[in-house]
């Protein structure tokens, strides 16, 4: 079945300094690729996502390309800040594997010291 | 409404008893799903709505739980004879039919089993 593997946390990084996790996935079809984002105290919501190979996702700084060669959808980010310590969920939602179920990663968890 | 209620926001209840949890939808978004998230662990997936029919209830993790939607649109997740392995925060989410959409989370139902 399809599936999705993120990098264990945590990560723990300084101010400024670049920041990449690891995506890659399993899937029967063709799906779309999303990373959603769990501050402290707060709801998941959508970070970004991408719906064909070679798009990029974009918001906040962070970006991601769906590498369809690598079944890889990593997330970076150039600068991190303080106030992007959080839980990070790479997912996707195949409608050949699963109707259009989203299959989460286990999520990685982000500090950012000062 | 605006965004994905649920309800109650928290529960705390005994070892054995039934509990309901709600989810409301954002008007007009056909798929549901609901998610299991235990303390510090990432999402499990349970179930999934199209309109009123569930094709996909391979997350169930056993016959204890059942989950129905009504009129397109609110869903009760049911949990019969708690057991503390139980307690987690149960997310719902909603979306516009579509693997490629943005699924929409609401704020959780905090399940503890004494």
């Known amino acids: 079945g399809d599936s999705v593997t993120q990098m264990e946390g945590p990560v723990t990084l300084s101010e400024e300094a670049f920041l990449t996790i690891n995506c890659t996935y399993t899937?029967?079809?063709?799906?779309?690729l999303f990373w959603y984002v769990q501050y402290p105290g707060e709801g998941l919501q959508l970070l970004l996502k991408?719906?064909?190979?070679?798009d990029k996702g974009s918001n906040k700084g962070f970006e991601a390309t769906y590498r369809k060669e690598t079944t890889s959808f990593h997330l970076e980010k150039g600068s991190v800040q303080v106030s992007d310590s959080a839980v990070y969920f790479c997912?996707?939602?195949?409608?050949?594997?699963?109707?259009?179920?989203?299959?989460f990663g286990a999520g990685t968890r982000l500090f950012v010291k000062a | 409404g605006a965004g994905v209620s649920q309800s109650p926001s928290n529960k705390v209840t005994e070892k054995g008893k039934d509990v309901e949890l709600r989810c409301d939808p954002i008007?007009?978004?056909?798929?549901l799903y609901w998610y299991r998230q235990r303390l510090g662990q990432g999402l499990e997936f349970l179930i999934y709505?199209?309109?009123?029919?569930?094709?996909?209830k391979s997350g169930l993790p056993s016959d204890r739980f059942s989950a129905e939607r009504t009129g397109e649109s609110v869903s009760t997740l049911t949990i019969q004879r708690t057991q503390q392995e139980d307690s987690a925060v149960y997310l719902c989410?909603?979306?516009?039919?579509?693997?490629?959409?943005?699924?929409?989370f609401g704020e959780g139902s905090w399940l503890t089993v004494v």
């Open positions: 989410a909603s979306s516009l039919a579509g693997a490629r959409n943005t699924i929409y």
């Open positions: 899937a029967t079809g063709y799906p779309s």
């Open positions: 991408a719906t064909k190979a070679d």
């Open positions: 997912a996707l939602s195949d409608p050949a594997g699963g109707g259009f179920k989203t299959i």
């Open positions: 008007s007009g978004h056909t798929a």
């Open positions: 709505f199209q309109g009123n029919s569930a094709p996909d």
